[in-house]
């Protein structure tokens, strides 16, 4: 083991291992005056879900719940019966990171796909979708993608139109986990709305964790009859939150001022920087194409081991030393310059 | 309709209509400084777990989840298999308020006993234990209260004892819902460890969001081998916060200075003051006895309706006219007075 | 403990633990020709619900279960999300007999009602139907009473009309554990048809076990669109026989030539000469009115004790020393005898 | 279409289209003698148990089920919390055929492994076995096999000797689909017992339905402490019978003077028999070795409907134009040449 030195400030292992955005922060200060009632039924929350309504369209319907896992699952539940089948990449984060949450809860099976570039495609789909009206087979209604994906890859608007049209015809709905969706749709110079209703998603888990801030995630139903009976599912899921308001300011912030895109168009700028250092680094090989604020690269285990002694980040494939680094909000040019110094410098050996 | 006045800025609804203790907002404050590891595996989570060590004593297991229904559920869920029971007061809130999540998430029955003053007894609880052995019967396993009650009393400590003796004698655990552990502990003037470990209980939801915290809750395995496997149901259940440490260092800051004690013991006297202040007043009745920091009233239907033209409260017992006041760490003594004034005003018509 | 004698070779313990109607056995055998197409999608099965629609009409759907839990759990399912509440009597099969299976398995919290001689009435089921529309509480879906009842009452044609009305007009279903609605509609001199459908029943478990099959139980959806998705339901819940000629065929004789009428009017008959005969014996009461093929009886201890050392059979409400006697479709007037005896002479002493 | 003729008596589309064998039926015919206890509770119960410890050793736990989902199902819960994974073929029966009955009822992910003619190996459960202890990732906690395979081959001794040793060393269990069990140890001139319990098998699916009884199938627990809580999860997983002594003699007469071995080797021969036939015609591939009583053929597609218009089967790998013929206890030497010669037709156009 080499020496551990201090761990720098910020590190690239998960966008989610940074803090709050001060705009967060404030907003949250800011709504800490007084009583209101719990549970969303307040004028923080009404403005908030107001707030989706001017980036989305109206008609919609949006939940707020404590976490991607929930959002996920929820909006999931929301579209199934127990034997139903939900297809997703064998790389999705409800597929391998979420320790069996939709089963248990929805009580669908997942069916894996193999992704490509971590995205999935109507062709992949349709070759699972059968056994449809047969007793013994689960019933494929849902098609559910990452948007950025698990890879750091970013699906192109025609491929997610392409899905919806897939999953529209055979009676399916398109989900979108978007806990990246941010970085996506700027990635795409998209609107949200342009990057998930237009292309004819249904239901959207829409991230704000991953984009600074504290804590929550929205669920966003296009057509708001999918989430009619949504409050008795989100209760049951354990996934409403008494002081609502909390949770509401902080996505009222994210909506404001565009400091969604903000956060995001920087976090994917610094991902750039960071790709466009390391692939200066002989033996770091840049694994999939950097489309939003994940660099994914493979490197000699041995020099893996030496940078982790300084940073921690995660394996992304182990068993080919493959490994993600993440940008946030909060990156900064010379967090990206000393990082790639430190991968340089244990490649070097 | 009445006219509708202007609200007053703190209500008597819930001590989750306050907002944030300024001491918990400046301890999220503080926390947020560059990155920390995500899922608890940071120094502020392990801090705070030291933190509930030195109230609780060694050996324990502390878990943090999003909320009281998430501790309350996946705590139940360690401690049975679906073919198990739970038995607790007709009026608790896993039984009544949490929209039926124990019995979706663990699969058990909840076996309702007729509370008496909000509180159950070993006697109510050997009326049900029976059919053990029987394939046909759930199986008792847990006896679960609250502490304090959904109606403002407080159990003693020889009750708490009489409940853990009897499920330790039967096989079974003793679960305490303490949402507002804190309110009954400061009525006692217990330490949290006398209020709860020192009693016989094994498992405690440990209450922060109705103290004054933004949103946390917290699992004690009194037993840590109760808790072996709750990592794992804890992110199955989806309760597991990415950035954990927002809410640890609310707990800190909650287990620091007693602050809880502080706020419990203020919300504790306010409803105090309430009470004497409306006890004052024909046509009100104190239903049940004030020992923590709520008021349960009898009024006339008319009366109700007028008061709630300026104040949000909630019916506890429609049918019969009684309503709940409760008092929150942000409570003022201006506030009791204003709003026994509009009860008084309201009761003389 | 006394001396234990030969057991006779009939109980009186419950009408399931007689064997199998020579008709039905015979069906079983003539049914045992060549190979049919497995899973239902047979001759023998198509035959079996035509009967069906011969005695409860057309427009309905029938489906096979393996027993009783089977039937009533999906039936349940079919009609709720897990967020919804089943209101039934605190004595009903499924809320105490089952191990939990209807809230595993759908999910929903089941409410108790107190029973009055078995049965319950829409003023029981409105003091629990409330929180509509509230997030925090189950929503009231269904009400499900037994026919004939646990106690061995016959709900009355209009009690039935009143619960349905009732369920109807508040957005629920009725729902019907059929176990012995054969024993009801014998009793009451009544159809199928009348007896179910005709009252505003909505989904029927239709008992066979507990009549002289072998073993097999029917879910029939008199409104057919509530069964759409009952396959799905059934092969997921386990419940589906892949060799179902040999259940379909049971039914198939059970509604031919009226054996299910034959066989419930016999035991019930039987029920009443035991009935007449026990009257007679000082210090044995009778609980409940004998109105289909159940006694139930209050006598003393030491007593009970005595006739259990010859007859097995089931305490009912053990801390009143109230027992349950069942009379099946083999039960003859000898043994009716026997067992009076029995009882007459363990009452002496 | 082509003209349908009439059809045969005995299909080759499944062992479950079979009816019946006599001796089976006579058993449950000898049963059906006067009153005996429900629920398991009865000498034609216990006396099959001790049968099956004749064949499978002391210290074991049976339970008798309606049929191989229930089986598989219920003994999957038995090992695991919902948390875990159950590792298995991608064309196992428990991932493909039960509508998602195993994550609905255990909550458990399952992880389909691509077999290799119909099996899997230590290597490939190697491979996804990882994210132990990862509180994100399901754990790995049972692999499950079905014996024979639902390919038609068989695993050698050493396989499963294999796959148990892999499982007993990472903390697994080996849990065995027999559904056709008895196929596979009549090809290997096995005992029953040499086929499961002394390879290191932990819980078996012992199939019957199969294999000639009316229905019903066991789950043998060979670490009976497996099994402590199973009558729990068999009740409240709907899978209880009432008159379980039907069952149970069914299995008593399967067990008895060797009829398992007979009516499977039986059904081996008969497979044998059409291969040997179909082999000889051009255009028929067969596509797995014929180890047990199936053969997969491939053949041209009009061939495949020329021949369904006689004989009713099932596609297996429906765009590769595989099929599954099945033989069974009572098909006999006429039935295959008939069928081989219906087959030849299809083919010759």
Same mark, same amino acid.
């Given at each position: 083991m080499p020496q551990v030195l201090a761990r720098p400030l910020?590190?690239?292992?998960? $966008?989610?291992?940074a803090g709050i955005h001060p705009e967060v922060l404030d907003a949250i200060a800011r709504a800490n005056q007084g009583h209101v009632v719990a549970y969303g039924d307040d004028p923080y929350t009404r403005s908030a879900v107001e707030k989706f309504k001017e980036h989305f369209g109206e008609g919609i319907e949006v939940f707020f719940t404590f976490n991607g896992t929930g959002a996920n699952v929820l909006g999931l539940q929301a579209l199934t019966r127990p034997y139903h089948a939900v297809l997703c990449s064998d790389f999705a984060h409800i597929y391998? $990171?979420?320790?069996?949450a939709p089963e248990k809860h929805t009580g669908c099976k997942l069916i894996p796909l193999p992704h490509q570039d971590g995205k999935i495609t109507p062709e992949l789909v349709r070759r699972v979708y059968h056994g449809i009206g047969d007793q013994h087979h689960v019933q494929a209604r849902v098609v559910s993608i990452t948007q950025s994906t698990e890879m750091g890859t970013v699906y192109q608007p025609e491929e997610i139109r392409g899905l919806a049209g897939f999953a529209h015809e055979h009676g399916m709905f398109l989900h979108v986990d978007g806990a990246r969706i941010a970085n996506a749709a700027a990635a795409l110079g998209q609107t949200l709305r342009q990057a998930t209703r237009d292309l004819g998603v249904d239901v959207l888990s829409f991230g704000g964790t991953k984009n600074g801030i504290m804590g929550g995630e929205a669920v966003v139903f296009f057509d708001g009859a999918l989430g009619e009976d949504f409050l008795f599912l989100r209760k049951q899921g354990m996934?409403?939150?008494?002081?609502m308001r909390f949770i509401a300011v902080q996505f009222e912030a994210l909506l404001t001022n565009d400091l969604w895109r903000r956060s995001a168009e920087h976090a994917n700028r610094m991902a750039r920087a960071l790709e466009a250092e390391v692939r200066r680094i002989p033996q770091v090989r840049i694994v999939w194409k950097v489309e939003a604020n994940g660099v994914f690269a493979q490197l000699p285990r041995p020099a893996i081991e030496k940078i982790k002694a300084r940073y921690f980040f995660y394996p992304w494939i182990e068993e080919e030393n493959i490994v993600r680094w993440m940008c946030s909000f909060d990156t900064t040019e010379d967090d990206v310059k000393a990082f790639a110094e430190a991968v340089a410098e244990a490649v070097r050996g």
């Open positions: 910020r590190s690239f292992a998960s $966008d989610n291992n391998c $990171d979420e320790c069996g996934q409403l939150a008494s002081k």
